[in-house]
């Protein structure tokens, strides 16, 4: 089985045909805002324009290669409504030129399953952490449930947030990570963890307001050893909760290599292994969404278009988890 994957959610615009064993191509177009951060509009249109090359690049391969398209897979949610539109049309167009079925896919839901796809993972507690997201979770009773997550804003928006207020280029967090490498000093900052939920609203404001006193090196190394700790405290509880001892770490924030050597440490001093995809499966990606999509289709009915609309708000824990049991 082929599926060509549509993902689209916020800054990139990709396509890709996976089949069970692995990517047969992918294309991308990233949005890059003038200054700032998203504008939701703005990378629509973005999405828009670049959609027809996109796509165009990834067919042109299936014509060399003779591949038949099985299905469409697209991301329907959680995501930026104007660019979920935008994706879900393509997806729609698709699905009929080709006449074959359409699969909506929940975008944390990819995240996690290319992840265990491209690492072996069998049943891991996932920590899930991007520009969008940051949450906890494990399969339990057929669903992955959410043990921990934000209650504001992510760790990614965190980062982007005050790397803007201390003047560093997009993207952010690279920035960061690379100044944090030279610091000399930790400056304290807020910590915050509820039970088994975090909050980085006011760690970002307290680091940005510290940068005008301290080395902005020090700031940058103290805010991620600060929210890495947070996200590190309660995936080590969600695996004594969940009984489980494997990690997988997903999204586009497990780029940074501090957090997976803090994660590596907690696991290791628990008996437990630590899993991480190679980098171009943790940003945002087609081949997530064409794999998923192809699992989902192998286990259980295509998506009818009059139920083809975007989701926003598109839950995690509100996706039936057909195609493995747990």
């Excluded at 890709?16 to 998203?38: F, M, Q």
Aim: aromatic content about 6%; glycine content about 10%; overall charge neutral.
């Amino acid at each position: 089985m082929i599926i060509l994957g549509l993902e689209g959610t916020a800054w990139n615009l990709s396509a890709a045909l996976v089949d069970e064993s692995d990517v047969i191509t992918e294309k991308n177009a990233t949005y890059v805002p003038a200054k700032g951060g998203i504008h939701p509009r703005e990378a629509a249109q973005h999405h828009a324009e670049h959609m027809r090359s996109v796509v165009k690049g990834v067919l042109e391969v299936a014509r060399e290669k003779d591949i038949t398209i099985d299905g469409v897979a697209f991301s329907q949610g959680p995501g930026l409504g104007p660019c979920l539109r935008t994706v879900a049309t393509a997806a729609r167009s698709l699905s009929l030129r080709y006449k074959v079925p359409l699969i909506g896919v929940n975008h944390c839901v990819a995240h996690i399953e290319v992840g265990k796809w491209k690492t072996g993972a069998e049943d891991p507690v996932v920590l899930y952490v991007s520009g969008g997201n940051s949450q906890v979770l494990a399969l339990r009773r057929g669903r992955y449930r959410i043990f921990g997550e934000t209650l504001d804003i992510s760790v990614g928006n965190a980062l982007d947030k005050f790397a803007r207020q201390v003047n560093l280029p997009h993207p952010g967090g690279p920035k960061i990570e690379a100044l944090a490498k030279s610091a000399a000093n930790y400056i304290p900052l807020p910590y915050v963890v509820k039970g088994m939920d975090f909050s980085f609203s006011g760690l970002s404001t307290a680091a940005a307001q510290a940068a005008q006193k301290h080395d902005l090196a020090d700031i940058c190394h103290s805010f991620q050893e600060t929210a890495f700790a947070m996200l590190v405290e309660v995936t080590e509880r969600a695996m004594a909760h969940a009984e489980k001892d494997e990690v997988l770490l997903a999204g586009g924030v497990g780029a940074n290599m501090r957090l997976r050597e803090m994660l590596d440490i907690m696991c290791e001093e628990r008996g437990g292994k630590f899993y991480v995809p190679e980098k171009r499966f943790m940003g945002d990606n087609g081949s997530m969404i064409a794999y998923t999509g192809l699992i989902m289709l192998k286990s259980g009915p295509a998506l009818p278009m009059s139920k083809s609309h975007v989701r926003p708000g598109f839950r995690t824990d509100e996706v039936e988890v057909t195609w493995q049991k747990g």
